[in-house]
Every structure is written in C-alpha cells, then in structure tokens.
C-alpha cells in the first residue's frame, strides 16, 4: 500500500482493474486472482523492492563478463533493469516471470529446496488482501499530510518490516 499512495497512477491502475474484473460481486476470492495481472505486477515489484527475506540482495558478478555489449567487471553490483529503485510494476506486466523460483529473475523467497515453504499462502494472502482493499475503499492520505511524506525506511533483521507504521484514510467504495 505505501508503493501504490506513493505512485497514484499505479493505485488508479490497479483498483480499475480490481473493480471491473469484480464488478458488483462484493468480494475477491481467490479463483478471481488469475484475472488480476496488474495487481499481479504489483505485488512483484513490491517483492522485487522489499523482499520478505532480504537475504539475497544485492547481488554482484562473480567473474568479468560481458551482457548486452557491455563488460561488467568481477564484483560488480548488478540491478534489476532500468531504475532499479523506481516502483513500476509495468516490468512484469505481460511477461511470465514467477516469483516461486523457477524464475531467477525473481527470487523473493529463494528456490530450490531452500525456497520459502510457505510461498504459496503467502502469495495468496497477499493477493488476496490487496485485492480486497483496493476493492472496497478509496485510499487517501490524513490530513496535513502527502504522499512525498511517506518513508520507505525498514527495520534489520531476518525479515522486513516498515520502520513507521502506514497511517491512511480508508473511505468505503460503492460499486
């Protein structure tokens, strides 16, 4: 939530997509989430930011290579394509990266057999919430206060958590 109050074009996206898909039915289940890509997008680049487990980031080149014409050399810090820092959940749209670890483009809860046991309902409940939210409220921020005011700071440790706490104003939709 504090990705999409801090890029409006891409809530707006996601809640269209959300509130058309679902129409008048009251409430997403979870069969309604494979007709949800954007919001798809959107939870992996959250996960692309702030994976649950930060334990994989960064990454660096292990040798000099060469990728696109360019020479990268040995201990490099490599980023996720173009603006690494930028929230744009357009990267996955129409593409079939997966974040269970088939796909190592994306590896938010690892792979292999030291892959997250507990993807697949964490992927759920995620999607799921968020899909709920964006359907039933509108989303603004308190008052005094803007989306430039929102901080993306974590807390160390294992796993992330927000630093401050996501304050909003939830104001309830009608279809």
């Given at each position: 939530?504090?990705?999409?109050?801090?890029?409006?074009?891409?809530?707006?996206?996601?809640?269209?997509?959300?509130?058309?898909?679902?129409?008048?039915?009251?409430?997403?289940?979870?069969?309604?989430?494979?007709?949800?890509?954007y919001l798809s997008a959107v939870v992996k680049?959250?996960?692309?930011?702030?994976?649950?487990?930060?334990?994989?980031?960064?990454?660096?080149?292990?040798?000099?290579?060469?990728?696109?014409?360019y020479k990268i050399p040995a201990k490099t810090t490599v980023s996720w394509g173009e603006n690494p820092e930028e929230f744009k959940p357009e990267r996955f749209v129409e593409k079939s990266i997966d974040m269970k670890g088939?796909?190592?483009?994306?590896i938010p809860f690892g792979a292999g057999r030291r892959r997250c046991p507990g993807i697949n309902l964490g992927l759920v409940t995620v999607e799921l919430s968020l899909a709920n939210l964006l359907?039933?409220?509108?989303?603004?921020?308190?008052?005094?206060?803007?989306?430039e005011d929102l901080d993306m700071e974590v807390l160390p440790g294992v796993t992330m958590h927000k630093k401050n706490a996501l304050l909003l104003v939830a104001k309830k939709y009608v279809c």
């Open positions: 939530m504090t990705y999409l109050m801090k890029n409006p074009i891409a809530l707006r996206k996601a809640q269209e997509e959300v509130r058309e898909a679902i129409e008048k039915k009251g409430f997403v289940k979870e069969e309604d989430i494979e007709r949800l890509p680049e959250t996960m692309r930011l702030q994976p649950p487990a930060p334990l994989l980031l960064p990454r660096e080149s292990s040798q000099d290579c060469e990728l696109g014409g088939s796909d190592f483009a994306l359907y039933a409220f509108n989303w603004e921020m308190p008052v005094g206060t803007k989306s």
